[in-house]
């Protein structure tokens, strides 16, 4: 009787730890067929109206080209992509010769509406307290009509724009202030501006030649600096700026030796990374000096030139423009520069956006 007891007891457990472990195992359902990948924003050519979005997905097995459309069939993307910004379950779509903003499903890229007033030359989108930034060059020839254009995200209505500096580009957030990389427009900015959103007021803040990509860790903004070109007639070198969020002031700067210009900062795990023409650099952000030898260099690929560029999930994404007419492609690398997909996307392959 016993015997028969402890067979029943053994069972009964056996049972139920198999059925904590069917818990355990159940998955995640996707949210749409483009989650779990990445967007990768495709800009088209200037004056062509052919921007585009392709997905691959995080195990690289699945890619789509010609998403936008695909979904959208009655619905032209527009002119010249620039960027994507996520807001809840939304992807806003910044147009930049189209001076509009196409809001989508980020999962499902089913259309959900259109900002097309209230922008000039837009550029880029952060979003901030129910609020949408978007940078705006205006007329590309006037130093004095750049503004960050403000969107209720309620109804998509623009708010009154605020002013700043020629050229803004990318941005980042850091509480409820905003880092805004002057790269110049059509000349060569040097500043990061600060705008603060309780009170809409601007800071400036003094950094290297063009700043092209900036990024916050922890209480500090990493800040690409690509230096003026040769064709410039006062070439400089680049530079890596690094800001005090608490003070709001540079509290390092190391240089790049003479005509290096490096562009496409990305950060992860601790640990640096950026492109120079079609080499791959990684650095410490504890490093005092930047590399000489690249991990890598895209140039088998038939890569001379780096277009857009991330890393993520110790994977190198990188984009490439080809001959700016043709469809580009995209390149996806092991952080040791191990080449482990590639994919024809639509023209120009602007950025990686990650769902």
Known sequence: MKLKQLVLTL????????????????TETPLGAYDNGVLVLNQGGFGNGNASMSYLSDDLTVF?????????????????????GFYNEFAYIVLNVSNKIEIVNRYTMAHVGTISTGLSNPRYIVFVNGKGYVSNWGNGSSASDDYIAVINLANNSLLTPIPVAEGPERMAVYNSKIYIAHAGGFGFGSTVSVLNTTNNSVASINVGDVPNSLEIINNDLYVLNGGKPSWSGTETSGSLSKINLTTDTVSNTINFTASTHPSNLDIENGDCYYTVDSDVFKMTLTSSSFPTTPIFSTTDQGVYGVYSFAVKNNKVYVGDAGDYSSNGKIYVYTVTGDLVSSKTVGVIPAGFYFN
């Open 11 to 26: 069972f009964c457990g056996a049972a139920f730890f198999t059925s904590c472990s069917n818990d355990d195992e159940t």
């Open 64 to 84: 789509q080209d010609n998403i936008f459309s695909l979904v959208n069939p009655t619905i032209t993307l527009g002119d010249t992509a620039q960027d994507v």
